[in-house]
């Protein structure tokens, strides 16, 4: 009997003796792990998505792609055209060097021809276009004067193509003169790349 008395006064001891932290210790661990939550979520906030979830798309407004129209073509018009052609003349008939202002340069150029030259000896522009400056020159030398007679133009973008009548002066009959001329006029330079009189 003392044996079991004994037994339970040493287990009785055990559970007693067992250490304990004070109030004020847990007190403080539970504030510090309070603490340190506050902080963890703060952060987690501040970057806008929560552990384990995608961070969503930026939705800031992307910087508009700069549209370049496209160049309009450039237009003119059948009006444009008959009076440049009259311009034309006036200088040719005048004997003045400006009447082959009226033409493109020697790299637009493309055709002239006129009764005085053979068949299919059309001159051109590139090498040929001095030719055609002096073969202007020498139509006015030998008296020819020039004369329009109705005109009918195309408009459209880039160019105008356009028919008239040519004769010389004087004519050598009082005849209606036909179209028998036509061109062409280019609304970039304002200047003739093609002209050819099939009769006057």
């Known amino acids: 009997m003392d044996a079991i008395n004994e037994r339970e006064e040493l287990i ?3 559970r007693d003796s067992r250490w304990r932290p004070p109030l004020w210790v847990i007190v403080v661990v539970l504030v510090i792990v309070g603490a340190l939550a ?18 969503p798309e930026s939705t800031s407004a992307t910087t508009p792609a700069v549209i370049v129209p496209p160049s309009p073509s450039v237009w003119c018009t ?9 311009a034309f003349v006036r200088e040719f008939d005048a004997g003045h060097a400006a009447a082959s202002s009226y033409l493109a340069g020697a790299y637009q150029f493309a055709l002239w021809w006129d009764p005085t030259l053979p068949p299919g000896a059309a001159l051109g522009g ?10 202007l020159r020498a139509l006015h ?4 004067r020039l004369a329009l007679t109705g005109f009918s133009g195309q408009p459209g973008a880039g160019g105008i193509g356009f028919v008239v009548g040519v004769h010389r002066v004087p004519a050598a009959s009082a005849r209606p003169r036909p179209m028998s001329a036509h061109g062409v006029l280019d609304c970039a330079t304002g200047r003739f790349t093609t002209l050819v009189i099939d009769e006057w």
Not at 39 to 54: D, E, V
Not at 78 to 86: C, E
Not at 126 to 135: A, K, R, V
Not at 141 to 144: A, C, K, L, M, P
């Open 12 to 14: 009785s001891f055990g």
């Open 38 to 55: 506050a902080i963890l979520t703060s952060t987690l906030s501040g970057h806008g998505h929560s552990p384990g979830r995608a961070a």
């Open 78 to 86: 059948p009006q444009q055209a008959d009076s440049l052609l009259h």
């Open 126 to 135: 590139g090498s040929e276009y001095p030719t055609l400056i002096s073969h």
């Open 141 to 144: 030398q030998q008296g020819i």
